[in-house]
Every structure is written in structure tokens, then in C-alpha cells.
T-cell receptor, first 116, second 117 residues
Framework: AQTVTQSQPEMSVQEAETVTLSCTYD???????LFWYKQPPSRQMILVIR??????QNATENRFSVNFQKAAKSFSLKISDSQLGDTAMYFC?????????????FGKGTKLTVNP | GAVVSQHPSRVICKSGTSVKIECRSL??????MFWYRQFPKKSLMLMAT?????????EQGVEKDKFLINHASLTLSTLTVTSAHPEDSSFYIC?????????????FGPGTRLLVL
């Protein structure tokens, strides 16, 4: 079974600085999707960024980028120029593309606080 | 685009009653919707996968007779918590997959907070 591990329960960063959130996963599949979701205090889950495993280029979305290391099964999220609105829980998630399963497997989350 | 709504946003009910939660995809069609449960300061736990026109697929340990799921159209799935008890109090979140999205991203609703007294 696939597992997703986020080893940092909490992190903090000063406004305008850069922070990296870690995520590792375990799978025997070769192709799959990886996601980072953000859950602010409103509790609305918001997609931050996604990556397909067969794409070697790291995904970027404005201030958010990932460092995808397939061999190491690592998928870290870098937030540049952190803003107060980035304060939220961040969940890393894995989804298989094989076997018809569409289930998302989530990590336990990292609580990020951006300090003024 | 890709907006998912849930209704109600919060509900308080008495023990033993049933509560229905709706999940709607507002601007896309979703053959598949997902229901999650989230305890305070915890991650999301998948309860079931809702398939339009067929029976839902429940995760291990989730009672299908207690958590009734109906997915009668391409834009609506409902979760009914039957004979609710205080231990069913939780935050319930649905998500939907846009059938046109080749990357099959799940878009989440805003959640429903259920409190059973």
C-alpha cells in the first residue's frame, strides 16, 4: 500500500522568506500523481501544485515550486517570498494512475505559520 | 472553474437522528466524488468513493449502512449519516473529479461540520 510521510508537524517562517516542506512517499508503481494541498483556517482544501511522476521537470506555480526526486521518492514544496496568507496546514498527497483507483493518500500534514 | 459546494456548512442534531449532507459540482460534471472525514488537527480520511449511477465503494472499517451515499446525477452526491451518535461528530469533506480533466485532479468542497448532541 502507498504511504505518504510528512516529517515536519509544524514549521514557521518570516514573511518574505523561503520555506521548504518535506514529503516522502512509498510506492512500487512507476507512474502516479503527487499533489500539495493547502488547508487554511477556513478548512477549505485548495490545490497548490501537482506533478506527474513521468514528467522530469519540476512543477511551478508562481511562488510555489516542487523538488521532485523520483528515485528518492521525495516531493518537497518550496514557498518563496512567504506571505501571511500562506499560513495554513499543508498536505502532501499521492494518487495512483494504475488499476482504476482514484484514491488520494494524504500525509499527516505540516502546519505552516508565516510570521510578520 | 472547478467549484464544489457543500450544504449545509454546519449542522447540529440530536443523537439518533439522521443528517444528509450534499456535495455539488457547480461548473463541471463529476462521475466520481469522494467523501472524507477529518478529525481536529488530523489528516483527511477517505470514507468512500461515490460513483454516478452505481453503488459507492467504501473503505475498510466504514459502515455502509451507517453512512449512506447516493450519487444520482453527474453534479450531486449525498452522504446521509443515519442514527447519528456523538462519536460521528466530525468535519466531513467531499471532493469531485472533473471528467474533462486529463490530470484527474480532485477539487474539494468547503466541508460540513457535524455536531451530534
Amino acid at each position: 500500500a502507498q504511504t505518504v510521510t510528512q516529517s515536519q508537524p509544524e514549521m514557521s517562517v518570516q514573511e518574505a522568506e523561503t520555506v521548504t516542506l518535506s514529503c516522502t512517499y512509498d510506492t512500487s508503481e512507476n507512474n502516479y500523481y503527487l499533489f500539495w494541498y493547502k488547508q487554511p483556517p477556513s478548512r477549505q482544501m485548495i490545490l497548490v501544485i501537482r506533478q506527474e511522476a513521468y514528467k522530469q521537470q519540476n512543477a511551478t506555480e508562481n511562488r510555489f515550486s516542487v523538488n521532485f526526486q523520483k528515485a528518492a521518492k521525495s516531493f518537497s514544496l518550496k514557498i518563496s517570498d512567504s506571505q501571511l496568507g500562506d499560513t495554513a496546514m499543508y498536505f502532501c498527497a499521492f494518487r495512483n494512475t494504475q488499476g482504476g483507483s482514484e484514491k488520494l493518500v494524504f500525509g499527516k500534514g505540516t502546519k505552516l505559520t508565516v510570521n510578520p | 472553474g472547478a467549484v464544489v459546494s457543500q450544504h449545509p456548512s454546519r449542522v447540529i442534531c440530536k443523537s439518533g437522528t439522521s443528517v444528509k449532507i450534499e456535495c455539488r459540482s457547480l461548473d463541471f460534471q463529476a462521475t466520481t466524488m469522494f467523501w472524507y472525514r477529518q478529525f481536529p488537527k488530523k489528516s483527511l480520511m477517505l470514507m468512500a468513493t461515490s460513483n454516478e449511477g452505481s453503488k459507492a465503494t467504501y473503505e475498510q472499517g466504514v459502515e455502509k449502512d451507517k453512512f449512506l451515499i447516493n450519487h444520482a446525477s453527474l453534479t450531486l452526491s449525498t452522504l446521509t449519516v443515519t442514527s447519528a451518535h456523538p462519536e460521528d461528530s466530525s468535519f466531513y469533506i467531499c471532493s469531485a473529479r472533473d471528467i474533462r480533466d486529463s490530470e484527474e485532479t480532485q477539487y474539494f468542497g468547503p466541508g460540513t461540520r457535524l455536531l451530534v448532541l
